[in-house]
C-alpha cells in the first residue's frame, strides 16, 4: 500500500496571470474566491502563489508588449499537464486595446489556450463554468 496521495483525486490549484488588463476581469476573479456565493472551492480548486504548484492557469488581460516575455516566462514555469484558461474579452482578441501599439496580441498567438471565457468582464458564474471545463481538460489529461 502506497502512502502517496493519488494525483487523479487531488484538487487542481489556479494561479492568476495578469497579462497587461485593466483589473475588471481581476475583480470578477476574486469574487470566486472572497464570495460564498461564486466560491471556486465548491469545484474542489484553490489558488496557489507560485506557478510551479499550479495546474490551471486564469490569464487576464490583453497580451501586452511590456509583460509578454514575463507571462511567457510564468507559463513554462507551470508544470505538465497544465490547461489555459483566457478570462474576459481582452486575452482572446485584444478587446478595446486591440488596435494599440502596445498590444502584442492574442493571447493564442504566443501560448495554447484550452478555455476561452469571454466578456468584459465575464459574470463570476461565467468564470466558475469555464474553471469547471478546465478542470474536466486536466482531469482527461492526467
Known amino acids: 500500500m502506497s502512502f502517496l496521495p493519488d494525483i487523479s483525486k487531488r484538487s487542481p490549484w489556479l494561479y492568476r496571470i495578469n497579462a497587461g488588463s485593466c483589473n475588471g476581469c481581476d475583480v470578477e476573479l476574486a469574487t470566486t ?9 465548491r469545484l474542489g480548486c ?15 488581460g490583453p497580451l501586452t508588449i511590456g509583460v509578454k516575455d514575463k507571462v511567457l516566462r510564468l507559463y513554462e514555469e507551470v508544470p505538465e499537464p497544465k490547461v489555459t484558461v483566457a478570462i ?9 486595446f486591440r488596435d494599440s501599439y ?6 493564442d498567438h504566443y501560448l495554447p489556450v484550452d478555455v ?6 465575464p459574470r463570476p458564474q461565467a468564470i466558475i463554468e469555464g474553471i469547471a471545463l478546465a478542470i474536466d481538460i486536466w482531469r482527461q489529461r492526467l
Open 33 to 41: 474566491a472572497c464570495i460564498p456565493r461564486y466560491d471556486i472551492e
Open 46 to 60: 484553490q489558488y496557489c502563489g507560485s506557478p510551479k504548484h499550479a495546474d490551471i492557469v486564469l490569464i487576464t
Open 88 to 96: 474576459g474579452i481582452c486575452p482572446i482578441s485584444g478587446g478595446v
Open 102 to 107: 502596445a498590444i502584442a496580441g492574442p493571447l
Open 116 to 121: 476561452n471565457v469571454p466578456g468584459c468582464p
